[in-house]
T-cell receptor, first 114, second 114 residues
Framework: AQSVTQLDSHVSVSEGTPVLLRCNYS??????LFWYVQHPNKGLQLLLK??????LVKGINGFEAEFKKSETSFHLTKPSAHMSDAAEYFC????????????FGTGTKLQVIP | DADVTQTPRNRITKTGKRIMLECSQT?????MYWYRQDPGLGLQLIYY???????NKGEISDGYSVSRQAQAKFSLSLESAIPNQTALYFC?????????????FGPGTRLTVL
């Protein structure tokens, strides 16, 4: 069975400092992995996805994530936080076999301090 | 105009009432989904539909039903609402093809059952 763990429920950073949101997964197959962002009172928007191509994935708004199979991790990073990055971020894992094998993490709320 | 719309955006109702949440999309996607989001739990899949004639239960379908009236419309019903169905509900769509590909989310419906 697959699972995804977001290691921090809340992360607080100062504007202009790096962002690290951690995600670990468990899967019996070669999974696809996604990061979504949810701004207050908005739906979820795809930031980036990994689907067995390059292990370093670049997304929108300067975010990137690195797939590390040996560590079963897919951490999201950004070199310099902006106030507009304040939102909730979800890590998602998918396995082959149909939709029902998609699992969302519990989310990490990112606070950016001016 | 938004590609995925949900009505109503907010609803307060009483225990035992029948409620319908509606979702429409202009993306031309075949696949549509209903999720609920509870604080600290991420998103949980209620129902999904791969085309008008194909509807499937997700992980938490008890107490819910759906109707796929057309390719563009997917409604979620609570036949007899109960307080623990208070949550944020999201509709999403995805294109035919890889089941693991990006999903596009509506803005959500905040439902409160008193």
């Amino acid at each position: 069975a697959q699972s995804v763990t977001q290691l921090d429920s809340h992360v607080s950073v100062s504007e202009g400092t790096p962002v690290l949101l951690r995600c670990n997964y468990s899967s019996s197959y070669s999974p696809s992995l996604f990061w979504y962002v949810q701004h207050p009172n908005k739906g979820l928007q795809l930031l980036l996805k990994y689907t067995s191509a390059a292990t370093l994935v670049k997304g929108i708004n300067g975010f990137e994530a690195e797939f590390k199979k040996s560590e079963t991790s897919f951490h999201l990073t950004k070199p310099s936080a902006h106030m507009s990055d304040a939102a909730e971020y979800f890590c998602v894992v998918s396995e082959p076999g149909g939709y029902q094998k998609v699992t969302f993490g519990t989310g990490t709320k990112l606070q950016v301090i001016p | 105009d938004a590609d995925v719309t949900q009505t109503p955006r907010n609803r307060i109702t009483k225990t035992g009432k029948r409620i319908m949440l509606e979702c429409s999309q202009t993306k031309g996607h075949d696949r549509m989904y209903w999720y609920r989001q509870d604080p600290g739990l991420g998103l949980q899949l209620i129902y999904y539909s791969f085309d008008v004639k194909d509807i499937n239960k997700g992980e938490i379908s008890d107490g819910y039903s759906v109707s796929r009236q057309a390719q563009a419309k997917f409604s979620l019903s609570l036949e007899s609402a109960i307080p623990n169905q208070t949550a944020l509900y999201f509709c999403a769509t995805s294109d035919r093809g890889l089941a693991l590909d990006e999903q596009f989310f509506g803005p959500g419906t905040r439902l409160t059952v008193l």
